[in-house]
């Protein structure tokens, strides 16, 4: 094979890894700054006090559900997460119903089911995994049997939490108001902080607190989807559409793009962040990978099957539709970037036979791949990460400096997925089913030989990255430093489970102050 062929080749599968990188990450960067604007707008209102309305008064209190699903979760999970809270609602007892659907096997539900009855919660219990968590919901909204029964509905509004979120007591009546300001809603999310207890989940906390402020200020303007937890519905909403869609791999996300299309009588959810929840991180690399597989994958599959009656429905707004988009690119551009690029350029190298024609296509793609790293690590930080972070000092939030202490860690854990969020990709893609109930294992990290079993799970991202790390040694030295960190994130996160604290730290959002419109008062 010729020198020029060879360099063709390489010449013509660099411009397209540089378009696309570049193209994608200047999308990236230019939805943070649209919305970093907002953040610094004098107009501006960071904790939505403002908008939080008042309080309804006690004889408006509606009668509400606070739906768990569960499947296998440890006692302690439930009893110390959402169970816990929705006990300590200050809502009227009268007016509240605590469900609890359940499908665990044999053997794991039995003491969570004699506690529920202890504490006065409506336990519902199936056999089998058909349907996944949508099926649980379904059956708590009463549009699916269990045992030749329907449960009937106690109320019209619906508050959706995992087995571990903890909220706080006054959740409800926070949230309440949006639905009497607008009775169209179908729904109202609320954001969670990441909270967790070794240097992992805290780093991966750290990663989140860009997200959750982008996220929030750009559904004021594009679209808002649903989420499995810290919603709170209406029935009403989902009975038009037969209930969650059990087919699907991510039935919130499904949900609300098919609520959004079908109907012109309900408007455009709402998302706040004047209302925390606790949303535990996976203890470890293990969890997380099979949570963001999950997601990635129910969250392509569900653009593949639901976003064209989305873009085709008149009565959406062009800015809702192009949000939608930007939504759907995100994990494919991390795919993209971490797994893709990287395979697709060295493929080129690797197909030469003559060594030194190898070498000079091994640079071409290591010069490639410094680059994607570049330009999509760099942008993120200074656009979505570090301006946050001066808010929030401003705020005088404690998240700030936790943002800070972890903002190298939080790079390298941001990176760890890249493999499973690959697989999700192609999964979404291309149809390949999952077991729809692949649930996030809960509870306590097994400590027995926790360093070969580190080693036994994440085999594949240590060998990846030690490929990297290798490559840029003896290839190309003078790109070491960054090509070598895309690397070690996928060498050094898995370990990073195993140092533990004490006190674990967690995000916050700015605390909301006291202000007559949060106090009960009749209207």
């Given amino acids: 094979m010729s020198s020029s062929i060879v360099s063709k080749n390489v010449f013509e599968i660099s411009p397209l890894i540089w378009g696309v990188s570049l193209g994608s990450a200047s999308l990236s960067s230019l939805l943070n700054l649209a919305v970093l604007t907002d953040f610094f707008s004098p107009a501006a209102n960071r904790n939505d006090v403002e908008k939080s309305k008042p309080w309804l008064a006690p004889a408006e209190l509606p009668q509400i559900t606070i739906q768990i699903p569960c499947r296998n979760e440890p006692l302690d999970v439930v009893q110390n997460?959402?169970?816990?809270?929705?006990?300590?609602?200050?809502?009227?007892?009268d007016k509240l119903t605590i469900q609890l659907v359940d499908n665990s096997e044999q053997g794991k539900y039995e003491e969570l089911a004699a506690y529920c009855e202890e504490q006065g919660v409506h336990f519902i219990h199936r056999e089998g995994r058909d349907g996944g968590k949508a099926r649980n919901l379904n059956i708590g909204l009463g549009l699916w049997p269990v045992n030749?029964?329907?449960?009937?509905?106690?109320?019209?509004?619906?508050?959706?939490?995992?087995?571990?979120?903890?909220?706080?007591?006054?959740?409800?009546?926070?949230?309440?108001?949006e639905f009497k300001a607008n009775p169209r809603l179908p729904f109202v999310v609320c954001e969670a902080e990441s909270s967790g207890g070794n240097l992992f989940t805290d780093a991966i906390a750290a990663t989140h607190l860009p997200r959750l402020y982008r996220r929030t200020n750009t559904e004021k303007y594009g679209f808002a989807n649903s989420t499995g937890f810290g919603l709170l519905y209406n029935r009403h909403a989902w009975s038009e559409i037969q209930g969650w869609p059990e087919d699907s791999i991510s039935e919130d996300w499904a949900a609300s793009m098919t609520i959004r299309a079908r109907s012109e009588y309900w408007t455009k959810g709402h998302r706040v962040n004047y209302v925390r929840l606790s949303d535990p991180v996976p203890a470890n690399l293990e969890r997380y990978k099979i949570q963001q597989a999950r997601w990635v994958q129910g969250t392509l599959e569900n653009i593949r099957w639901y976003l064209w009656?989305?873009?085709k429905a008149k009565h959406i707004p062009w800015n809702e539709k192009v949000d939608v988009f930007f939504k759907a690119w995100g994990y494919p551009q991390q795919a993209m970037a971490q797994v893709i690029i990287p395979l697709i350029t060295v493929s080129s190298g690797i197909s030469v036979i003559d060594n030194y024609l190898l070498l000079n296509n091994a640079s071409a793609w290591l010069q490639s791949l410094s680059s994607v790293v570049s330009l999509f690590i760099i942008p993120f930080v200074l656009l979505a990460g570090v301006p946050?972070?001066?808010l929030k000092i401003k705020q005088g939030s404690e998240s700030a400096g936790h943002y800070f202490r972890h903002l190298l860690t939080g790079s390298l854990a941001g990176i760890s997925a890249g493999l499973a969020i690959t697989r999700g990709v192609g999964k979404g893609l291309f149809g390949a089913k999952n077991a729809l109930f692949n649930v996030t294992p809960k509870g306590n990290v097994p400590q027995e030989n926790a360093l070969l079993r580190?080693?036994?799970?994440?085999?594949?991202?240590?060998?990846?990255?030690?490929?990297?790390?290798?490559?840029?040694i003896f290839l190309l030295p003078g790109y070491l430093g960054l090509v070598s960190f895309f690397g070690l994130g996928f060498i050094i996160t898995p370990f990073m489970s195993l140092i533990k604290f004490k006190k674990s730290e967690k995000t916050d959002f700015p605390k909301q102050q006291e202000t007559q419109a949060d106090k009960p008062h009749d209207m």
Avoid: C, M
């Avoid at 997460?81 to 929705?86: I, T």
């Avoid at 106690?154 to 903890?166: H, K, N």
């Avoid at 580190?454 to 840029?472: D, Y």
């Fill in 81 to 93: 997460g959402s169970l816990k809270s929705a006990l300590a609602l200050n809502y009227p007892k």
């Fill in 148 to 177: 030749g029964q329907r449960y009937e509905p106690q109320s019209d509004l619906y508050f959706l939490v995992d087995a571990d979120i903890t909220f706080e007591p006054d959740t409800l009546q926070k949230l309440l108001p």
């Fill in 309 to 311: 009656p989305l873009l």
């Fill in 388 to 390: 946050i972070v001066f």
């Fill in 454 to 472: 580190t080693f036994q799970k994440n085999w594949k991202e240590i060998a990846f990255g030690s490929g990297i790390v290798l490559s840029s």
